[in-house]
């Protein structure tokens, strides 16, 4: 299994330098320090090429500095996880093909053996044999039978075709820009940002972005120039003309008539993630999700040689400390604690700002990105299990109450929909005044959309919504958040933050098994007596302490971020917008705007302090990332 970066270069009109791009390959290096291998076609010939850190048993391979022009070039930087060995090196080649792929395919040794029937004789113990072989065979219907996550490039020496593809939720990124027959990709933007100036911005992924809150959900990025392969996508790239296909589709799993058993589906989720030769341990909140991820790997593996790692704040009503501990009194672990601080925001939101390359919601990152940095430099630990995805497919949602109420309402169940009213209520701990308040601003603000009450933008925009494929709104905004809202922004931040210190980030709750499940079930499976998440909360029963089982909160890894915005981060703030006053941030925002935006948040006027968070991380990805012919 190999964990990395990969990129590429496909040209029909322009000749590649073949040392510019190698510059560029060098961006990604975080991704891989294990080894790295570059394959290129010029018109010598096709050749496997060595860089400066690729291992020494193919010292025999001539480097890529001492080649010039090419017409295509593919290469990897591996992070070693399976078959540490040099069986693992990629470019990997089998017959017409050539592959650079990153990701883990967790059900590899399943489909080896299925392979293996039908007549295919393995090399390696990789899971990267087992990808390429998989393909060979079954061509794009083996995306199909993949369980884990990837971004990968196909290259066919004999019809010149290039394939890109990514998993089906969008774990693994894969980034692409296009421009008169020349196609660069990448696991990072950064890559493409050496090679080409971006220059652009993209009015209606800005407009989202400061509205919303939401990236990541279509194929657009802030980069007019860069897109991204969507998750369940496989793009066809022949000669400068990209095709894109869909093999997987969130749309269809209401249809699903998988009936297996939730608890024995994360179990086996678990079972297949745990397979590495090297150390794997937990990111651990206080919430139901890792919690229970770590109490099932308790279960089926121990907690020997185990690490947990946690963030906690000096802000009591913010801390998870006394969850955390809980849960690791009730499995006789000890778990390791960083301590995020307002002063971490100056000391690196710039690195934050390059790592992430898009803006980003909130601190929650930097929580994130600290506990990486702990694992990395204190530990053995080279894999860690996380809890994302759980929220979106299990209803761990507050907005999720109100979807399932008029789910009850439109199927004429007013008395289960009183009981639970009322259930809610209690477990909210509120007055039937506050209830009825809360659900129907709630209702109104998930079906309407909201006024711009600062006209912020100079031009109009169109809010871009996500489809309702199914009957019920319930599953409708499972639909939402899994495709459209918060995940794939958190699979982003998942991503670059484990990857920047050269770890590996798996996710359980992702398994595709485990998601059709999940919206196999009745709407009544998800809620019951005004308690959401109740499928986990039953699995947890057996593994997880009470306090922990029974929260009423949700948090995961939060931060002070309202406080520090108010005091902390007053200094900076001030020197941002003062900034944009004189100089503008898009023609398309009115500064006037923004400015009356924030001189009424800082007289307490309004309290958006999230709204203030974007503008202030827009402008700083601005300046980080936009070349400054970027008209102000």
Request: hydrophobic share 35%; with cysteine.
């Amino acid at each position: 299994m190999n964990l990395c970066g990969i990129n590429g270069v496909v040209s029909i009109s322009d000749t590649i330098c073949a040392k510019n791009f190698y510059k560029a390959h060098l961006k990604t290096a975080h991704r891989g320090p294990d080894d790295e291998g570059i394959f290129a076609i010029s018109n010598d010939g096709s050749f496997m090429l060595k860089g400066d850190d690729t291992v020494s048993e193919l010292n025999h391979l001539g480097h890529i500095r001492d080649i010039n022009e090419c017409e295509l070039v593919l290469s990897h930087r591996r992070l070693s996880i399976i078959d540490l060995t040099v069986a693992g090196h990629q470019p990997f080649c089998m017959g017409k093909y050539v592959v650079v792929y990153n990701g883990e395919i967790y059900n590899y040794l399943e489909l080896k053996v299925e392979l293996e029937k039908l007549g295919v004789v393995f090399n390696t113990l990789t899971d990267t044999e087992v990808f390429v072989a998989a393909y060979v065979m079954w061509g794009s219907g083996a995306f199909k039978k993949f369980n884990g996550m990837w971004a990968a490039a196909i290259y066919d020496i004999e019809s010149k075709k290039t394939v890109l593809t990514r998993d089906q939720f969008g774990i693994k990124p894969l980034y692409y820009s296009t421009e008169n027959g020349t196609v660069h990709f990448s696991s990072e933007i950064k890559f493409i940002a050496e090679l080409k100036e971006l220059t652009e911005v993209d009015d209606q992924a800005v407009y989202q972005y400061l509205r919303y809150s939401e990236t990541d959900y279509s194929e657009h990025t802030m980069f007019k120039q860069v897109k991204q392969v969507l998750p369940g996508q496989y793009i066809e790239i022949f000669n400068g003309d990209l095709n894109k296909f869909t093999f997987w589709d969130s749309r269809e799993l209401s249809v699903s008539a998988n009936k297996s058993n939730v608890e024995e589906l994360l179990k086996s989720s678990i079972d297949i993630r745990l397979r590495s030769d090297v150390q794997i341990g937990s990111l651990l909140s206080g919430g139901i999700d890792s919690s229970l991820i770590v109490g099932l790997i308790n279960e089926s593996h121990g907690l020997n040689n185990f690490n947990s790692y946690s963030a906690v704040f000096k802000e009591e009503e913010f801390s998870e400390k006394k969850y955390i501990d809980k849960t690791a009194d009730l499995l006789k672990f000890t778990p390791n604690f960083v301590y995020p601080k307002a002063d971490d925001l100056s000391k690196y939101i710039e690195e934050l700002i390059y790592i992430q390359e898009l803006p980003f919601r909130s601190l929650s990152v930097l929580s994130q990105y600290l506990i990486y940095k702990e694992v990395a430099q204190t530990g053995d630990v080279k894999v860690l299990l996380n809890g994302q995805g759980a929220d979106e497919i299990f209803s761990g949602y507050t907005e999720h109450y109100y979807t399932y109420f008029l789910d009850l309402l439109n199927r004429l169940k007013f008395i289960k929909l009183f009981h639970e009213f009322r259930a809610f209520k209690r477990y909210k701990n509120l007055s039937w005044k506050a209830a009825v308040s809360v659900s129907v601003k709630s209702i109104l603000s998930l079906s309407f959309q909201r006024k711009d009450k600062y006209k912020l933008f100079n031009k109009s925009f169109k809010r871009d919504k996500p489809p309702k494929p199914f009957r019920s709104k319930l599953k409708n905004n499972f639909y939402k958040n899994l495709n459209f809202s918060a995940l794939r922004e958190y699979l982003r931040y998942e991503d670059k933050n484990s990857m920047h210190f050269s770890l590996e980030s798996r996710l359980p709750f992702l398994d595709f098994r485990l998601v059709k499940r999940a919206f196999a079930l009745n709407s009544d499976e998800y809620i019951q007596n005004g308690v959401t998440k109740i499928q986990l909360r039953d699995i947890g029963t057996k593994y997880l302490a009470d306090e922990v089982r029974n929260r009423k909160d949700k948090t995961g890894f939060t931060s002070p971020q309202e406080l520090w915005q108010k005091n902390e981060m007053k200094t900076e703030l001030d020197a941002c917008f003062k900034d944009i006053e004189k100089n503008g941030l898009f023609d398309f925002i009115d500064t006037s705007a923004l400015i009356l935006l924030y001189q009424e948040y800082t007289v307490d006027k309004h309290n958006d302090w999230a709204v203030i968070w974007r503008v202030y991380c827009l402008y700083k990805w601005k300046l980080m990332w936009l070349k400054p012919t970027e008209k102000a």
